[in-house]
């Protein structure tokens, strides 16, 4: 069974975390907030960064979700009643999700591999690009 932090007695033990904490849960209100005025499938690649200088900052996870919040925030925000105070523009910013790190090439070739695309590409002189692509890929296998 994995050790859960019990957040009420680290609220307790420590006012910095508990001010972040409570800055977190609020953020995360507003975010699910704008959420339900959005179209479905914009609404999943957003969230609000915070209140910046009467700014509310707001986070897309792409291209596409950045320009339709940029077209569709200022009639949102001008209907949302329980918008916090102080706020008086808006900021969309690209921010991608943290993505998995792409895993390395472990793949090889074997030796015999190796040669048969070696003769093949001497073979291709009416296909230069392609005998070369093939020398480089033998090559390169060599060196692993």
Known sequence: MPFIYNISSIKQ???ICSTLLEQCAYYQQL???LRKRLPENIAEHCRIACIHN???VIYGDNNIVVNRLKMLLPAILANWADLPCGVRKHKV???PQNQAPKRPNTLT????AR???SQTADKL???PELAAA???LSHSQREK
């Open 13 to 15: 033990r420590d006012s």
């Open 31 to 33: 975010s699910h907030k």
């Open 54 to 56: 009467e700014t509310l």
């Open 93 to 95: 910013l690209l921010a």
């Open 109 to 112: 070739l074997s030796t015999a």
């Open 115 to 117: 040669m048969s695309l």
């Open 125 to 127: 002189t009416h296909h």
């Open 134 to 136: 093939l020398k480089r």
